[in-house]
Structure formats: structure tokens, C-alpha cells
């Protein structure tokens, strides 16, 4: 199941596509023996989650919730589809990092709308 729409460069299959002509200079830059992940939640690091979790969800009957944006002239109108069980990055089970930006990313499949929040342990009320 695709997430986003076929046109989304995420479903794109570049497998047959030719190599950029300044791949291997990215490949010095970031490091011949260096590996490459996503880091959507992948696990920890010097004690604290990593990466900007997700979850997707379906945009039927579920609650909105009101945020509040220090910037809302920059942002979309209320309510959002944010479930009670979003994760928060940089807060899981008796770990919280004080220095991430507690991102909270919301795909509604159904819909397709993709949710992203700055700060989102203090910008949710639920409504």
C-alpha cells in the first residue's frame, strides 16, 4: 500500500534510472565505509531516541485535536487527526530528550494528508 500518491517521489523506482554524474563525489563526502537508514524511530543513541517517529493512521472517526501555534498565520487551520498514541519525538518509556524538537508526524492514508508537528508535547489540546 502506498502512503502517498504514485506521483510522490517516495514511490518513484529509480532502479533503471543512470547514476548521477557527481554520485561518487557524494559518496567521498559522506564516507565510502559509512552506512546510510532513515531515521523514522530507529531506536537509541547515547541514551535518547533517535529519528522523528511516525504513525499512520485512517482518517475515519477518529478524535481532532485543537493545536496551538506560536506562528498560526504559518500553519493550517484547525482541528488535526492527531491520535492519543502519536509518538513524540525524543520521548519514549522513562527516556525524554530535553534538547530534541519533539516532532509528532501524523499520515492519514485515507486522506492523504500528512500531519507534522513542532514542539508537540506542549502545542496539543484535545478537543
Not at 502512503?3 to 517516495?10: A, G, H, K, L, R
Not at 509518538?87 to 516532532?103: F, R
Request: net charge negative.
Amino acid at each position: 500500500m502506498h502512503i502517498f500518491p504514485d506521483i510522490n517521489p517516495w514511490n518513484y523506482n529509480i532502479s533503471a534510472h543512470q547514476v548521477h554524474p557527481d554520485s561518487s563525489d557524494f559518496i567521498s563526502l559522506i564516507g565510502v565505509n559509512r552506512g546510510i537508514h532513515a531515521d523514522f524511530g530507529s531506536g537509541t543513541y547515547e541514551g535518547y531516541y533517535i529519528g522523528i517517529p511516525y504513525i499512520v493512521v485512517s482518517g475515519t472517526n477518529l478524535p481532532s485535536a485543537i493545536v496551538n501555534f506560536l506562528y498560526d498565520d504559518e500553519s493550517d487551520p484547525n482541528p488535526y487527526i492527531i491520535p492519543d498514541n502519536a509518538p513524540i519525538e525524543g520521548m519514549g518509556p522513562n527516556i525524554i530528550n530535553p534538547d530534541c524538537d519533539s516532532h509528532v508526524i501524523v499520515i492519514d492514508a485515507t486522506n492523504k494528508i500528512l500531519y507534522e508537528l513542532f514542539n508537540g508535547d506542549t502545542a496539543l489540546v484535545k478537543v
